[in-house]
């Protein structure tokens, strides 16, 4: 607990606000999507996805590695599209770096898809895998905010990383 609490005042020091943020893509998303009031579940990264899905209007959300949470999502939005050919975003408790990698080899993420992570704080071997992560060419914005870590990949976009306050 003394260790996680430290790396949070080291995050708060890094971090911005949206006045900090330059690009209008990341300053829109965090002002109005991120910062907005209204709160769909009580876990921040899980808030996070579904404020995000109606803040994009995502039609393919691919959840790995929690079954209870992919068929929350399936209930909540209904008219989804299931197809196995694309991702809009792909949201994952655990971070699985070759998972990922292999995703992302096989093109079924494309531009303007997100990857939202959970926890990229839990521990130093996943906070490490999510830094290898955001070095990924095809990933252009990266944003860190704290309780999760977010990836788009925007092709008309310049690479830049953002650590966020929520």
């Known amino acids: 607990m003394h260790v996680k ?5 080291k995050f708060l020091s890094k971090s911005t606000n949206q006045h900090g943020v330059h690009s ?10 991120l910062y907005s009031e209204q709160k769909k579940h009580s876990n921040k990264s899980i808030n996070i996805l579904l404020k995000s899905n ?9 959840v790995l590695g929690s079954p209870s949470l992919d068929g929350e999502v399936k209930k ?4 989804q599209n299931q197809s196995k050919d694309s991702i809009d975003v792909l949201y994952t408790e655990k971070l699985n770096l070759l998972l990922v990698e292999e995703i992302l080899k096989q093109d079924r993420l494309h531009n303007d898809s997100m990857i939202l992570i959970d926890s990229i704080y839990q521990s130093p071997k996943k906070h490490q895998a999510w830094k290898k992560l955001i070095t990924s060419p095809k990933i252009t914005v990266s944003m860190d905010l704290f309780h999760c870590g977010v990836l788009f990949i925007r092709k008309e976009q310049e690479k830049e990383h953002f650590i966020i306050r929520i």
């Open 54 to 62: 109606d803040y994009f209007n995502f039609d393919r959300i691919k």
């Open 5 to 9: 609490f430290i790396t949070y005042l």
């Open 76 to 79: 909540m939005f209904q008219n």
């Open 24 to 33: 209008p893509f990341v300053f829109n998303y965090v002002t109005k999507c």
